[in-house]
């Protein structure tokens, strides 16, 4: 069946365990899968910049013994002139068997995969989601602490517009024993969809803190983010908090001698260089496992699409969502700025919420 990866919640945790499984396997056994995807052509679709996501998937590929087509720079398509997401990955699916996106519009892989008929993974929407990541985290997290549950991380920086952070809270809450404490200034708090959805999640306990050094004991693994300049559409308010969070050896003398440190890079000034070759610095690792990782993903959606039919007519959606005549109100929303379905669900808060973006609905839609 035609499966897309647009949230880290569209795999269940069984599917998620069987990629990072399938990710340890092709580890230990590369030269099996070298040939895995012979034929096939993945499009690499990036509107915004990448070096790690874009590369890594286009190394997944190649590894497979596939063939990687795209555009690095939306400047460089049709794009520039005008063409919309949905026209663009009608044409792609001529062309390739599977599409990778990063957009700088949230939601913008959700209306891809409505259209596309091929297989769509999300490589980050705005400062929404990234699910590919998390797979990368969650590998990584395996390989370095050896579970997934009864962990206390640290989430740092950038907690608002961090796509990363907010997928793989997404993930991991769904296991046993979750502690996550939230390091962030008042300005770079978790949006409120992400703080509502932890407090309706009954066997998660987080909390909110203001430094690293008083939580620095306790955790299990700290998740290092860059305050991404990008985001911001007031300068004056990132130079207030550029600075906020500096990891550096100092600080690391009162963290266990088994912490994990993460970050999804590109790192700015987050991280000292010190810490690079500390043992626990696992920042390279994670970059290197998500090579693998995307090598599982693209074979195990393929392996579910084959046998995939065109779609008749479009747009399809993957869930049943409600269709409303609400707008979604937030400027970074692919629904603000293209012609697609207005989709609304509501959470298992109860609370409505705009399909792309997650963005709380302007008023309920019954
Ligand atoms: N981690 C990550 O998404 O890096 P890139 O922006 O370089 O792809």
Redesign the pocket.
């Known amino acids: 069946m035609l499966r897309h990866l647009i949230d880290p919640t569209d795999l269940t945790v069984e599917e998620t365990e069987a990629i990072v499984a399938l990710a340890e396997r092709i580890i230990a056994h590369r030269e099996q899968y070298r040939e895995a995807c012979k034929g096939r052509k993945l499009a690499t679709l990036f509107y ?9 998937f286009t190394s997944a590929m190649l590894e497979l013994g596939g063939q990687v087509i795209g555009f690095s720079d939306a400047a460089s398509s049709s794009v520039s002139k005008g063409e919309t997401v949905a026209d663009t990955v009608r044409v792609i699916r001529c062309f390739a068997d599977i599409i990778a996106m ?1 957009h700088f519009k949230e939601g913008a892989p959700l209306v891809a995969s409505q259209y596309a008929g091929i297989p769509v993974i999300n ?2 929407d705005g400062s929404h989601a ?1 699910p ?2 998390t797979l ?1 985290d969650l590998l990584t997290v395996k390989r370095e602490k050896g579970r997934f549950d009864h962990l206390t991380i640290g989430f740092c920086g950038d907690l608002k517009f961090g ?2 952070v907010h997928s793989l809270i997404k993930a991991l809450s769904r296991y046993a024993g979750i502690r996550v404490i939230l390091i962030s200034p008042e300005e770079l708090r978790l949006p409120d969809y992400m703080l509502q959805e932890m407090q309706a999640n009954s066997q998660l306990t987080f909390r909110e803190v203001r430094t690293m050094e008083e939580v620095m004991p306790e955790l299990d693994i700290l998740y290092m983010t860059r305050v991404q300049k990008e985001r911001f559409l007031d300068e004056e308010e990132f130079d207030r908090v550029k600075n906020s969070f500096v990891l550096d050896a100092a600080k690391l003398t009162r963290a266990k001698p088994d912490m994990v440190i993460l970050h ?3 790192r700015v000034n987050e991280i000292a260089r010190e810490v690079d070759n500390d043992p626990r610095a696992a920042y390279f690792r994670q ?1 290197e496992n ?1 090579k693998f990782v995307r090598m599982a993903l693209i074979l195990t959606l393929l392996e579910w699409a084959d046998g995939n039919r065109p779609f008749d007519r479009t747009p399809v959606f993957n869930e049943p969502y409600l269709v409303n005549e609400l707008k979604c109100a937030n400027r970074r929303c692919i629904a603000a700025t293209e012609d697609v379905d207005q989709l609304f669900r509501r959470g298992e808060d109860g609370i409505c919420r705009c399909a792309y973006c997650e963005t709380k609905a302007p008023s309920d839609c019954r």
């Open positions: 915004e910049p990448s070096t790690r996501t874009r590369l890594s990063r490589a980050g990234h590919t990541q990368t796509r990363t999804p890079l590109p970059v998500g």
